[in-house]
Nanobody, 131 residues
Framework: QVQLVESGGGLVQAGGSLRLSCATSGRSFAGYATGWWRQAPGKEREFVAAVSWSGEDTNYGDSVKGRFTIWKDSASTENFQTVFLQMNTLKPEDTAVYYC????????????????????WGQGTQVTVSS
């Protein structure tokens, strides 16, 4: 059973930091890029960041550039990988449910990402930033 399990969400004051984790299992994820998306109430799902299978390529949504960092745990294997999202200088508008997703063969590079490019999704973790 394929699983993408997010953790690390919570309540934080504006200006604070959180680190989210995404643990994948249940199949080989060789060749899969991993991304973070978020969805606030009443809004469409928004691309946050992505990292390539190799870990060498990253991409960020405009609203989080310079504040968020995505990387892949160097100990990750094909069947078990962990991807992190460090979120600094959080703002109330960052409040959302954050989802981890994996897409086979998608090009991470500097371009807009679409939800249909991702094959597997986690259940999400709530991030709330108070003002």
């Amino acid at each position: 059973q394929v699983q993408l399990v997010e953790s690390g969400g919570g309540l934080v004051q504006a200006g604070g930091s959180l680190r989210l984790s995404c643990a994948t299992s249940g199949r080989s994820f060789a060749g899969y890029a991993t991304g973070w998306w978020r969805q606030a109430p009443g809004k469409e799902r928004e691309f946050v960041a992505a990292v390539s299978w190799s870990g060498e390529d990253t991409n960020y949504g405009d609203s989080v550039k310079g504040r968020f960092t995505i990387w892949k745990d160097s100990a990750s294997t094909e069947n078990f990988q962990t991807v992190f999202l460090q979120m600094n200088t959080l703002k109330p508008e960052d409040t959302a449910v954050y989802y981890c997703a994996a897409g086979l063969g998608l090009r991470v590079g500097a371009r807009p990402h679409e939800t249909y490019e991702y094959d597997y999704w986690g259940q999400g973790t709530q991030v709330t930033v108070s003002s």
